[in-house]
């Protein structure tokens, strides 16, 4: 379907479909909205990438679509997303209180998306933005806290009122709400800092970067298992979307910082994003949940995303977007493994788990795959990303950010493994016994192929780089230089890559290592009550799992600090709770008098000297 | 046929139905469809009334604006007495009283009369509110309301002694011409401003909400909340409008009066528990948006949300009272899980509440989008910034209000809504979705309305 409307209606048709569908039978919805997001994309992929889209528009007047290469590429991953967890769907659905529901928001979110990034009008930006956070916000309840949707609502909402804010005032200066147009006529109009500011707020509260963050882990980590690989995957991509169009194409000061020919707006949203990396990396080591882990690291991975589009430069461009793309796969990947383990025992705790590469094998290499990528290591499509952002923040001489961006990718070698070590590796837990087999072949398929993908993007980037360049032509700088020297290579500031020949030599080592393990005597296998400590038995596996309290001497360093936040917007909600019942005692008295009290004095303040 | 038979009809009927107590439920519901289909067959127009012609005498103005307000109120009317037929058939009289005070309301062309009306309409809603069987909040809104009425009318009684009429065309007329110093005219207008504050609910003035709206009934609540607001709001846009011409330090004062309005509504109701307090302190909200689109001159958006909120707010507090009702008590907490077993109403609810925070796909959305951007054209950023917060606040709310009503708590709880109800809500949310993705008709009235108000300037 080469017709973006159509489309758009047709998701939105088949999700009324799916409700019905999944009342009957939820198999079947389930089947059914598969092949609806597959429709979805497949349309997407056949007319999208050779510039196919149709934009006209025949049956609703007010909307409008466009084409650009930055949304269809942010478009692109954000439906393969979809397409990948709607095949988990099946397996999931009789856990959740409403899962004829859950089939037709999950569809009409991707209607959303649809809109989001196919349009040039600001209002219809807009609109579907929020229609993305309402559809979302209530497949949020449906996992384990009711209290998460509220928060991602504020969040979500405090983004997209600020971003309307900008749009207003934008439509104010330009007269009209086409973006471009809007953009354009914002310079010099002296309102650039204002907009600028708004949509940054957008930006970083959909990111959810450092200060807007508080949602993330739990949003993320509360939602349903399937629905987390899309929140934090697909969804917050929608805050880079809109910080790629203020930090690029807005420029509200004049001033630059010369030693490092950055424009001082530009510098303070990369040190912003430097502090999301550092603070996304602390809490990610001192967290249980798995899946609240990863949502901190989905934190620190934004930073990356603000920090690459703040340097204005084509390589850290480059790295932005290819780690957009990056660490969509790689936190899809990670989070449906997780939700693979969720669905086979119940629980994503850490402490609660562990030997799971027994019963899981697969789950544990795509897992395993996906985190690599994740941390940044070859040969993964996570190193390429990192490696043009690292180059670019080196070549502006920036020594605060690089220290961050560095940190946190050290820190990410910290904490993935960490998961990893605690669900897959050490000890089986004997209370698992007989209950726990592989995940079922239907989640197989997408698990799989993202593990490729992930592979993919590490080994031959050269093509998706190609794509990436198309859209930062299109923003106005020059292309990143692929393949210049010879194929398969990428020029930094600082050397080029050759990620095939890291690829394969990895490779080898992985070849040399598996013989070594095939060949050698096995290990012998012993529970993890196996032992005794002090001269006495302990009787609770919890207290021996050797990830509990892994990192404590780190942690103790900042756990003073770690609720910080969490406070400060508690607080701010006491607060306002408190100025509600502040003027219920002012203005809401049981007293006819006081409510007279209040006109005569507003009438004396408005006469006072009139007469 | 006249626009006069809209008043007198219900008027003359609520007498003949104290006669039959049998007779009366019915009555109630034949009036306003009566009122109705005479809606579309009087001519539009000024109605002179015993053959004075204006300035002199008592004339009625139908146009539009004032056809939009008198459809809204009859139909909600006829919807809520429907619903309550059977538990408050004693109030029927009284409804019909409201009715005609309310349609009064809306069609005067006379200043004083509409004091006349304001006063049927608050006897009316006394006894309204004394079918809660709260005794003191009624005697309080009692007070509060003869307060306002003579705020008005002595705003009223000065401007008749400057200016000798009370013809409402001719009354803007006369001040246009007259050179009369702003500051002179201050305190009249405040009066009157105060006046109608009363019973819109503007904040300092209104605090008799809280005990009328708080321990509201499946009758009550929906009257006030969404017949009484709609019919006062519109009143309030026709003189805002037209009479109305504030400026100066008066102009800044009732801005700031509304802006608190909007800021503190959401805040109260962001710290309430209860159901209906949090609704009441919305709508308190609520009204002040929309005065403060009529003071902005946006009175094609202040009356359509004015309209949009009697919808949802209808919807809203007759699933919460009735709810109230059957579980005996309305804290969220008691309320969790209700629409577990009534999806109808629950999708309703739901789409009545994302209609007022202004959610895409909703009424109140396509509302909430216009009018910023019209507030927007005129760089009033602050008014913009204002109601932006305050949305926020307030989505935060009702999401945390939807998430509770939906998902159950420990306790499992029953609440049965009855056919008639279910479809009836059902219509209402229907229409916020109808008129939030098709914008045909809004478009359409954008010129009507204008064009009327024009003629009204022009007399």
């Given at each position: 379907?080469?017709?973006?409307?159509?489309?758009?209606?047709?998701?939105?048709?088949?999700?009324?479909?799916?409700?019905?569908?999944?009342?009957?039978?939820?198999?079947?919805?389930?089947?059914?909205?598969?092949?609806?997001?597959?429709?979805?994309?497949?349309?997407?992929?056949?007319?999208?990438?050779?510039?196919?889209?149709?934009?006209?528009?025949?049956?609703?007047?007010?909307?409008?679509?466009?084409?650009t290469n930055l949304?269809?590429?942010?478009?692109?991953?954000?439906?393969?997303?979809?397409?990948?967890?709607?095949?988990?769907?099946?397996?999931?659905?009789?856990?959740?209180?409403?899962?004829?529901?859950?089939?037709?928001?999950?569809?009409?979110?991707?209607?959303?998306?649809?809109?989001?990034?196919?349009?040039?009008?600001?209002?219809?930006?807009?609109?579907?933005?929020?229609?993305?956070?309402?559809?979302?916000?209530?497949?949020?309840?449906?996992?384990?806290?009711?209290?998460?949707?509220?928060?991602?609502?504020?969040?979500?909402?405090?983004?997209?009122?600020?971003?309307?804010?900008?749009?207003?005032?934008?439509?104010?200066?330009?007269?009209?709400?086409?973006?471009?147009?809007?953009?354009?006529?914002?310079?010099?109009?002296?309102?650039?800092?204002?907009?600028?500011?708004?949509?940054?707020?957008?930006?970083?509260?959909?990111?959810?970067?450092?200060?807007?963050?508080?949602?993330?882990?739990?949003?993320?980590?509360?939602?349903?298992?399937?629905?987390?690989?899309?929140?934090?995957?697909?969804?917050?991509?929608?805050?880079?979307?809109?910080?790629v169009f203020?930090l690029i194409r807005?420029?509200?000061?004049?001033?630059?910082?010369?030693?490092?020919?950055?424009?001082?707006?530009?510098?303070?949203?990369?040190?912003?994003?430097?502090?999301?990396?550092?603070?996304?990396?602390?809490?990610?080591?001192?967290?249980?949940?798995?899946?609240?882990?990863?949502?901190?690291?989905?934190?620190?991975?934004?930073?990356?995303?603000?920090?690459?589009f703040?340097?204005l430069?084509s390589?850290?461009f480059?790295?932005?977007f290819?780690?957009?793309?990056?660490?969509?796969?790689?936190?899809?990947?990670?989070?449906?493994?997780?939700?693979?383990?969720?669905?086979?025992?119940?629980?994503?705790?850490?402490?609660?788990?562990?030997?799971?590469?027994?019963?899981?094998?697969?789950?544990?290499?795509?897992?395993?795959?996906?985190?690599?990528?994740?941390?940044?290591?070859?040969?993964?499509?996570?190193?390429?990303?990192?490696?043009?952002?690292?180059?670019?923040?080196?070549?502006?001489?920036?020594?605060?950010?690089?220290?961050?961006?560095?940190?946190?990718?050290?820190?990410?070698?910290?904490?993935?493994?960490?998961?990893?070590?605690?669900?897959?590796?050490?000890?089986?837990?004997?209370?698992?016994?007989?209950?726990?087999?592989?995940?079922?072949?239907?989640?197989?398929?997408?698990?799989?192929?993202?593990?490729?993908?992930?592979?993919?993007?590490?080994?031959?980037?050269?093509?998706?780089?190609?794509?990436t360049n198309g859209v930062i032509t299109d923003l106005g700088y020059p292309a990143?230089?692929?393949?210049?020297?010879?194929?398969?290579?990428?020029?930094?500031?600082?050397?080029?890559?050759?990620?095939?020949?890291?690829?394969?030599?990895?490779?080898?080592?992985?070849?040399?290592?598996?013989?070594?393990?095939?060949?050698?005597?096995?290990?012998?296998?012993?529970?993890?009550?196996?032992?005794?400590?002090?001269?006495?038995?302990?009787?609770?596996?919890?207290?021996?799992?050797?990830?509990?309290?892994?990192?404590?001497?780190?942690?103790?360093?900042?756990?003073?600090?770690?609720?910080?936040?969490?406070?400060?917007?508690?607080?701010?909600?006491?607060?306002?709770?408190?100025?509600?019942?502040?003027?219920?005692?002012?203005?809401?008295?049981?007293?006819?008098?006081?409510?007279?009290?209040?006109?005569?004095?507003?009438?004396?303040?408005?006469?006072?000297?009139?007469? | 046929?006249?626009?006069?038979?809209?008043?007198?009809?219900?008027?003359?009927?609520?007498?003949?139905?104290?006669?039959?107590?049998?007779?009366?439920?019915?009555?109630?519901?034949?009036?306003?469809?009566?009122?109705?289909?005479?809606?579309?067959?009087?001519?539009?127009?000024?109605?002179?009334?015993?053959?004075?012609?204006?300035?002199?005498?008592?004339?009625?103005?139908?146009?539009?604006?004032?056809?939009?307000?008198?459809?809204?109120?009859?139909?909600?009317?006829?919807?809520?007495?429907?619903?309550?037929?059977?538990?408050?058939?004693?109030?029927?009289?009284?409804?019909?009283?409201?009715?005609?005070?309310?349609?009064?309301?809306?069609?005067?062309?006379?200043?004083?009369?509409?004091?006349?009306?304001?006063?049927?309409?608050?006897?009316?809603?006394?006894?309204?509110?004394?079918?809660?069987?709260?005794?003191?909040?009624?005697?309080?809104?009692?007070?509060?309301?003869?307060?306002?009425?003579?705020?008005?009318?002595?705003?009223?009684?000065?401007?008749?002694?400057?200016?000798?009429?009370?013809?409402?065309?001719?009354?803007?007329?006369?001040?246009?011409?007259?050179?009369?110093?702003?500051?002179?005219?201050?305190?009249?207008?405040?009066?009157?401003?105060?006046?109608?504050?009363?019973?819109?609910?503007?904040?300092?003035?209104?605090?008799?909400?809280?005990?009328?709206?708080?321990?509201?009934?499946?009758?009550?609540?929906?009257?006030?909340?969404?017949?009484?607001?709609?019919?006062?709001?519109?009143?309030?846009?026709?003189?805002?409008?037209?009479?109305?011409?504030?400026?100066?330090?008066?102009?800044?004062?009732?801005?700031?009066?509304?802006?608190?309005?909007?800021?503190?509504?959401?805040?109260?109701?962001?710290?309430?528990?209860?159901?209906?307090?949090?609704?009441?302190?919305?709508?308190?909200?609520?009204?002040?948006?929309?005065?403060?689109?009529?003071?902005?001159?946006?009175?094609?958006?202040?009356?359509?949300?004015?309209?949009?909120?009697?919808?949802?707010?209808?919807?809203?507090?007759?699933?919460?009272?009735?709810?109230?009702?059957?579980?005996?008590?309305?804290?969220?907490?008691?309320?969790?899980?209700?629409?577990?077993?009534?999806?109808?109403?629950?999708?309703?609810?739901?789409?009545?509440?994302?209609?007022?925070?202004?959610?895409?796909?909703?009424?109140?959305?396509?509302?909430?989008?216009?009018?910023?951007?019209?507030?927007?054209?005129?760089?009033?950023?602050?008014?913009?910034?204002?109601?932006?917060?305050?949305?926020?606040?307030?989505?935060?709310?009702?999401?945390?209000?939807?998430?509770?009503?939906?998902?159950?708590?420990?306790?499992?709880?029953?609440?049965?809504?009855?056919?008639?109800?279910?479809?009836?809500?059902?219509?209402?949310?229907?229409?916020?979705?109808?008129?939030?993705?098709?914008?045909?008709?809004?478009?359409?009235?954008?010129?009507?309305?204008?064009?009327?108000?024009?003629?009204?300037?022009?007399?």
């Open positions: 379907m080469a017709n973006l409307e159509l489309l758009l209606l047709i998701v939105l048709g088949t999700g009324l479909v799916a409700y019905l569908l999944t009342k009957v039978n939820q198999f079947l919805g389930s089947v059914f909205t598969i092949a609806a997001t597959t429709f979805a994309f497949v349309s997407l992929a056949a007319y999208g990438f050779n510039g196919g889209l149709d934009t006209t528009v025949q049956w609703i007047p007010w909307l409008s679509f466009s084409v949304g269809f590429f942010f478009a692109i991953i954000i439906v393969f997303v979809y397409l990948m967890v709607s095949f988990f769907h099946p397996y999931f659905l009789d856990h959740y209180k409403y899962p004829s529901v859950y089939n037709m928001l999950f569809l009409w979110s991707l209607a959303g998306v649809l809109g989001t990034f196919f349009t040039e009008n600001t209002i219809q930006l807009f609109f579907f933005f929020e229609f993305i956070v309402w559809t979302s916000m209530f497949l949020i309840p449906m996992g384990k806290s009711k209290k998460a949707a509220v928060s991602y609502y504020g969040f979500s909402a405090a983004g997209s009122f600020a971003m309307l804010f900008g749009i207003l005032v934008m439509a104010n200066v330009s007269g009209s709400y086409g973006l471009s147009t809007g953009l354009a006529a914002l310079t010099g109009s002296g309102k650039e800092a204002l907009v600028f500011v708004l949509f940054l707020i957008a930006g970083f509260a959909k990111l959810g970067a450092f200060p807007f963050h508080i949602w993330l882990p739990e949003a993320h980590g509360n939602a349903p298992h399937p629905f987390s690989p899309v929140l934090s995957g697909a969804l917050v991509k929608l805050g880079a979307f809109v910080a203020a807005i420029a509200p000061f004049s001033v630059t910082i010369d030693a490092i020919a950055l424009p001082v707006a530009q510098w303070i949203v990369a040190i912003l994003g430097s502090l999301s990396i550092v603070f996304g990396t602390l809490m990610a080591i001192r967290e249980d949940d798995a899946k609240k882990l990863l949502a901190y690291s989905s934190m620190s991975h934004g930073g990356y995303i603000l920090v690459a703040s340097l430069d390589v850290a480059a790295g932005g290819y780690h957009i793309l990056a660490h969509a796969l790689a936190s899809a990947g990670a989070f449906m493994a997780i939700a693979a383990v969720a669905r086979q025992t119940g629980t994503t705790k850490m402490s609660e788990l562990g030997g799971l590469i027994h019963k899981m094998p697969v789950t544990y290499i795509v897992y395993l795959v996906a985190i690599i990528s994740m941390a940044g290591i070859p040969p993964m499509g996570g190193f390429i990303s990192k490696w043009l952002i690292f180059q670019a923040v080196l070549n502006k001489g920036m020594v605060l950010v690089t220290i961050a961006v560095f940190f946190g990718s050290i820190g990410s070698f910290l904490y993935v493994f960490r998961p990893l070590a605690a669900l897959f590796l050490g000890q089986w837990i004997t209370k698992y016994d007989g209950q726990v087999k592989e995940a079922p072949l239907l989640m197989m398929i997408p698990m799989l192929i993202i593990t490729a993908l992930n592979v993919y993007t590490g080994v031959f980037p050269d093509w998706l780089l190609g794509v990143l230089q692929v393949a210049v020297a010879a194929p398969f290579t990428l020029n930094g500031y600082y050397g080029t890559l050759a990620p095939a020949i890291i690829s394969l030599v990895f490779a080898v080592g992985v070849v040399v290592a598996a013989i070594i393990f095939f060949v050698l005597k096995k290990s012998r296998k012993v529970t993890l009550m196996d032992t005794y400590t002090a001269a006495n038995f302990v009787h609770n596996e919890e207290l021996l799992h050797y990830t509990k309290d892994f990192y404590a001497p780190l942690e103790r360093l900042y756990e003073k600090y770690t609720t910080k936040m969490r406070d400060f917007y508690n607080a701010l909600a006491y607060k306002v709770k408190e100025v509600g019942q502040l003027a219920k005692y002012l203005f809401m008295s049981k007293f006819a008098e006081v409510a007279l009290f209040w006109t005569i004095l507003i009438l004396i303040f408005l006469l006072w000297g009139e007469f | 046929m006249s626009a006069v038979l809209l008043i007198a009809i219900p008027l003359l009927v609520a007498f003949v139905s104290i006669l039959s107590k049998k007779l009366a439920p019915w009555l109630l519901l034949a009036t306003p469809i009566a009122n109705l289909v005479l809606l579309f067959l009087v001519p539009t127009g000024i109605v002179v009334i015993g053959g004075f012609q204006p300035p002199f005498g008592i004339s009625l103005l139908l146009d539009t604006y004032s056809f939009i307000a008198l459809f809204a109120v009859n139909a909600l009317v006829f919807v809520i007495g429907l619903l309550n037929v059977k538990e408050y058939h004693q109030f029927s009289s009284i409804l019909l009283v409201a009715l005609a005070g309310l349609n009064g309301l809306i069609l005067t062309n006379d200043l004083f009369n509409l004091f006349v009306f304001l006063e049927i309409a608050g006897i009316a809603a006394y006894l309204i509110a004394a079918s809660n069987k709260k005794p003191a909040s009624v005697f309080h809104y009692l007070v509060l309301g003869a307060v306002g009425s003579s705020f008005y009318l002595f705003g009223l009684i000065i401007l008749y002694a400057m200016f000798g009429t009370l013809n409402m065309v001719d009354m803007i007329e006369k001040i246009n011409a007259a050179t009369v110093s702003a500051s002179a005219l201050i305190l009249p207008f405040f009066l009157m401003f105060v006046g109608l504050g009363v019973e819109a609910k503007l904040l300092p003035f209104n605090s008799w909400v809280k005990g009328v709206l708080g321990s509201s009934n499946t009758m009550s609540g929906p009257m006030f909340a969404s017949v009484y607001a709609v019919t006062v709001s519109f009143v309030f846009g026709r003189l805002l409008n037209n009479l109305f011409a504030f400026q100066g330090n008066l102009l800044v004062v009732v801005v700031a009066i509304l802006l608190l309005g909007i800021a503190l509504g959401e805040a109260m109701a962001f710290s309430s528990k209860k159901a209906r307090e949090i609704l009441l302190y919305s709508s308190i909200a609520q009204a002040s948006v929309v005065i403060l689109l009529f003071v902005n001159g946006l009175v094609l958006w202040g009356a359509l949300l004015a309209v949009a909120n009697a919808v949802s707010k209808f919807v809203l507090f007759y699933v919460v009272t009735k709810a109230q009702k059957e579980v005996g008590c309305d804290d969220l907490d008691s309320l969790q899980g209700m629409f577990q077993g009534n999806y109808v109403v629950g999708v309703a609810f739901s789409v009545a509440a994302l209609s007022v925070i202004g959610i895409p796909l909703f009424a109140g959305f396509v509302l909430k989008l216009g009018y910023l951007t019209e507030l927007a054209a005129n760089a009033n950023w602050l008014a913009i910034a204002v109601i932006l917060v305050a949305s926020l606040v307030e989505g935060i709310y009702y999401v945390r209000m939807l998430v509770k009503l939906w998902y159950p708590g420990e306790k499992e709880v029953k609440v049965s809504f009855g056919n008639v109800a279910t479809v009836v809500i059902a219509l209402a949310a229907a229409l916020l979705l109808v008129f939030g993705v098709y914008r045909g008709p809004i478009d359409n009235l954008d010129n009507t309305i204008d064009s009327v108000s024009e003629v009204i300037d022009l007399g």
